[in-house]
């Protein structure tokens, strides 16, 4: 068989960003929007004792806050995403775009052994996907 038909699987370390934005559960809401705006990053990882335990997305702003009407200081515990939907670094891309897909989420942590890594999007996958 030639090489273009035996293709190796992409794992999602060889796309993730490995520049990810995480603060501590008690983080008010307000300052992890501006760290977002900052960073300029669509979501944040939550840390409780040294481990990551849910995501705070954009949409979760748009949805937890305005729609439930809580202030604007309420700890991104309160709003996060959890439990936090992750996958480990090996693991292939064409895994991470199912687990993504029957999640239904955008934003999928990259974590092996409770530490974090990256993080892969659905705009990874798409333009992955496009360049091969």
Not at 35 to 57: K, L, R, W, Y
Not at 100 to 113: A, E, F, G, H, Q
Request: aromatic share 4%; net charge negative.
């Amino acid at each position: 068989m030639d090489s273009d038909v035996i293709k190796k699987k992409a794992t999602v370390k060889e796309i993730m960003n490995d520049s990810v934005v995480s603060v501590d559960s008690s983080v008010s809401a307000t300052d992890a929007a501006k760290m977002m705006e900052d960073c300029g990053v669509g979501a944040i990882i939550v840390f409780e004792n040294a481990s990551p335990i849910g995501i705070v997305t954009d949409r979760d702003f748009a949805i937890k806050i305005t729609a439930h009407a809580y202030p604007i200081d309420t700890p991104v515990r309160r709003i996060m995403s959890s439990p936090l939907i992750s996958i480990d670094s090996d693991s292939d891309v064409w895994t991470a775009s199912d687990l993504m897909s029957t999640r239904n989420v955008r934003k999928l942590p990259i974590i092996d052994d409770d530490k974090l890594l990256g993080i892969i999007t659905s705009s990874d996958l798409v333009k992955h996907i496009a360049d091969h």
